[in-house]
């Protein structure tokens, strides 16, 4: 579950810094700041939700919310880093079957554009990379600014077998959709 919800988390992380940084008014570089932000995922081991966050992200984002077609948004997840609180999945999850962090210790997740939607939400087109399987991805999130401050939410479910996270692991076991959550402030 918690090997789930860590790439989900991963996925998370990259899209909530992604798009955090990335909406700001004004071409701009925005910082992280890491106190205030989270990445995270919730998964579903036998019927009971398991949340997870990752502790260790990076992100780098060109946008102007004016041109968001341009945007470029790159964010790496250290996946030896998520957490769970569950010793045993905490345990596992960086292991063979889940992410396979001795092979593919990071996950990515790139945007090389984004839009805004009729109802205000912004959404970035991209990749995302887990266990060296680069997968399409749209993430929304809402986006705040108040005056150098951004403030970026989202979530987005995505299907872990995907990108073989929990191979072999079945969906009674551990359920098959995890949700990725973020939220993530930024300063220029």
Same mark, same amino acid.
């Not at 299907?159 to 949700?179: C, F, H, M, N, Y």
């Given at each position: ?5 860590? +790439? ?21 570089? *925005? ?5 205030? +932000?989270?990445? !995270?995922?919730?998964? %579903?081991?036998?019927?009971? &939700? #398991?949340? /997870?966050?990752?502790? +260790? *992200?990076? @992100?780098? =984002? ?10 470029? =948004?790159? %964010? ?6 998520? #957490?769970?609180? &569950?010793?045993? #999945?905490? !345990?596992?999850?960086? /292991?063979?079957? *889940?992410?396979?962090?001795? &092979? ?15 109802? /205000?939400?912004?959404? @970035? ?6 266990? !060296? ?10 986006? &705040?600014?108040?005056?150098? %401050? ?12 995907? *990108?073989?996270?929990?191979?072999? =692991?079945?969906? +009674?076991?551990? /359920? ?8 993530? %402030?930024?300063?220029?």
């Amino acid at each position: 579950m918690n090997i789930i919800k860590s +790439s989900a988390r991963a996925i998370a992380a990259a899209s909530l810094l992604a798009l955090a940084l990335a909406t700001p008014a004004n071409a701009a570089e *925005w910082t992280v700041d890491q106190e205030k +932000s989270r990445l !995270g995922f919730t998964a %579903t081991q036998n019927g009971s &939700e #398991v949340d /997870g966050t990752f502790e +260790s *992200w990076t @992100a780098e =984002i060109d946008f102007d919310p004016a041109a968001p077609g341009n945007a470029k =948004i790159r %964010t790496v997840i250290d996946l030896s880093s998520v #957490v769970t609180g &569950e010793p045993q #999945v905490d !345990g596992q999850i960086t /292991g063979e079957a *889940w992410f396979n962090t001795a &092979e593919h210790p990071q996950a990515v997740f790139e945007a090389a554009s984004a839009r805004q939607r009729e109802d /205000g939400v912004y959404e @970035a087109d991209g990749a995302l990379t887990i266990k !060296g399987v680069p997968l399409p991805v749209t993430l929304p999130f809402t986006l &705040e600014i108040d005056g150098d %401050t951004a403030t970026a939410k989202g979530e987005i479910d995505i299907l872990r077998d995907k *990108w073989a996270v929990g191979q072999g =692991i079945p969906e +009674s076991t551990v /359920g098959a959709s995890v949700k990725v959550s973020f939220e993530v %402030t930024a300063q220029k």
